[in-house]
């Protein structure tokens, strides 16, 4: 665990302040890698089609196996070469969809949704700790201005910041209020 002991404090806040950097820094470098993913699977998808479209020209120019002159000039053999192809053009087309499957879609996730979380969990860091600071400065001007919150008399010689975090069973003001 990175924070054994969670204080608000100067270091705390850096730490904060770092993580909160290297995020951003991931974000950006994974943006880049989801723009270079991107290019990569349009570039599979042009060569299934380039592969696709070659080995169809070929079987046509080929022939096939019962035309002479198709057989004079190695038309059987060019079939083999079209089968290949295909074949290529398929694995191509299956290595595109995995890529984008695995690492276009999973990446897009990672930077909008995770990586966006670590913005909205600061934020939500700041308006606890705002509020936590509030609080604290309102309980400490009620303990100054000599008031009982809950409109009792203390008992004699009790000091008000105790008596008053240890009514209603040891909650005090910020968990009743949270």
């Excluded at 969670?6 to 943006?31: G, H, N, V, W, Y």
């Excluded at 002159?69 to 290529?88: D, N």
């Excluded at 913005?119 to 303990?143: G, H, N, P």
Aim: aromatic residues 8%; charged residues 30%.
């Amino acid at each position: 665990m990175l924070f054994p002991k969670l204080d608000d404090s100067p270091m705390f806040r850096k730490q904060i302040q770092s993580l909160e950097e290297s995020a951003e820094l991931l974000r950006e470098r994974s943006l880049k890698f989801y723009k270079g993913c991107r290019k990569y699977t349009e570039g599979l998808g042009e060569g299934y089609d380039g592969d696709i479209a070659f080995a169809s020209s070929l079987e046509m120019f080929g022939g096939g196996h019962n035309d002479p002159i198709s057989v004079a000039f190695g038309g059987p053999v060019m079939t083999k070469f079209t089968i290949a192809l295909r074949e290529i053009g398929t694995y191509k087309e299956v290595l595109r969809s995995q890529v984008e499957h695995m690492l276009n879609d999973r990446l897009l996730q990672f930077v909008n949704v995770d990586l966006h979380d670590v913005k909205e969990a600061r934020k939500r860091f700041e308006k606890a700790s705002l509020l936590y600071d509030q609080l604290s400065e309102a309980e400490s001007t009620v303990v100054m201005m000599n008031i009982d919150p809950f409109g009792e008399e203390l008992p004699e010689g009790a000091q008000r910041s105790t008596h008053w975090r240890n009514k209603e069973g040891g909650l005090d003001l910020l968990e009743r209020t949270l």
